[in-house]
């Protein structure tokens, strides 16, 4: 099977299923560049080049080059969507979603409640998100929790460039409102991604690992760090199963659930804030759910309740690390950290 990009296994997706449904466009700012000018109509394929060769092989009439006003062309996706397109609207940054929130979860995820069941809604909003890319506050946050609160919207995170493709597939071909998240700090990692199209159903989480001693819940790119540190707690002894719930609504609370029943410990890794997060949001389910099968409480690494530092040590600090999760393991296992163990 060959070896592709983060970057590589989105742009194939969006070819693939703009190739099979002539109804799939794709709208946002910069997704080809160079629109208005002299120079090459394909300059760009968006701030990181996930979208670069797609105008030369689909045309203008299905890769629209925005204006900046993310106002604007998210309300007319929305409207696309609603009678009989398939947008995929790239939003760019996350931190973005303040300028058309209102046209998101006060329009496009009510649409099919407000009309009775009728309407469909097939539209995907593609958005970076995340730190680790010196890109500061305004540019780093994982805002993945704010829509998964929205009735209506479905929330992807995709933690490799296989789950991408077959995340992005399943989200262009669904019939709902899709928030599809892409961390900045994966576009070059690397897996292993079939050439043929795949689709990943939502609301079935991964279990990208088994273990005996403790559940580690992991969202995006959390999934990667957390499994670095079950490695690392093997050689000790330790041993992890670690879920990556893959979408965060619908969620699979069932496969989170059974874990923690048979480990009968809980870490959530999450780089979102921790007030009103998923790793609160996990917490609360399994104590209300499961709490009769903990051994110890739960545990949670998070980023601090501040925005995301510029200051490059101050970021490496910010973001869930693997000592982090390896200490809240050996937390929950009644260890210590790995300084008292060491």
């Given amino acids: 099977m ?29 997704i080809s560049g ?32 925005t204006h900046l006003a993310e106002i604007s062309f998210v309300g007319a996706a929305a409207g696309a969507a609603a009678t009989g397109l398939r947008p995929v609207v790239e939003l760019m940054f996350v931190d973005f979603m303040g300028v058309c929130f209102d046209q998101i979860f006060n329009q496009a995820a009510k649409f099919r409640y407000m009309f009775g069941g009728k309407a469909v809604t097939p539209m995907v909003v593609r ?8 890109a500061a506050s305004q540019h780093s946050q994982c805002l993945y929790p704010m829509f998964t609160h929205i009735p209506g919207l479905k929330v992807a995170l995709p933690s490799n460039a296989y789950e991408a ?34 689709a990943i159903p939502f609301g079935e989480a991964n279990v990208t690992r088994e273990g005996d001693d403790v559940t580690v819940v992991a969202f995006g790119r959390m999934v990667n ?16 199963t670690v879920v990556d719930p893959r979408t965060t609504s619908p969620l699979d609370t069932e496969t989170i659930l059974e874990t923690v029943e048979e480990t009968g410990r809980l870490v959530v890794v999450d780089e979102a804030h921790p007030r009103c997060s998923m790793a609160s949001d996990i917490a609360g389910l399994v104590a209300e759910n499961a709490f009769g099968a903990l051994k110890a409480p739960i545990r949670l690494v998070t980023a601090p309740h501040a925005p995301v530092p510029f200051s490059p040590a101050l970021e490496d600090a910010y973001i869930p690390s693997v000592g982090k999760i390896e200490d809240a393991v050996r937390d929950a296992m009644g260890h210590g950290s790995r300084e008292a163990a060491e």
């Fill in 34 to 65: 160079g629109t208005g000018g002299n120079g090459d109509q394909d300059a760009w394929g968006g701030p990181l080049g996930v979208t670069k060769g797609l105008r030369p092989k689909f045309g203008p009439d299905r890769v629209l080059d």
């Fill in 165 to 198: 493709k077959g995340l992005l597939t399943q989200a262009i071909r669904d019939d709902d409102p899709v928030m599809f998240f892409e961390h900045k700090m994966l576009y070059d990692e690397t897996a292993e991604v079939p050439d043929e199209p795949y």
């Fill in 225 to 240: 760090i957390a499994g670095q540190a079950a490695d690392s707690l093997a050689k000790a002894g330790i041993t992890c």
């Fill in 127 to 134: 958005m970076m998100y995340g730190a680790g890319f010196r």
């Fill in 2 to 30: 060959p070896m592709k990009s983060y970057r590589e296994a989105i742009n194939e997706a969006l070819v693939q299923e703009m190739e099979r449904d002539e109804r799939v466009i794709l709208m946002g700012e910069d």
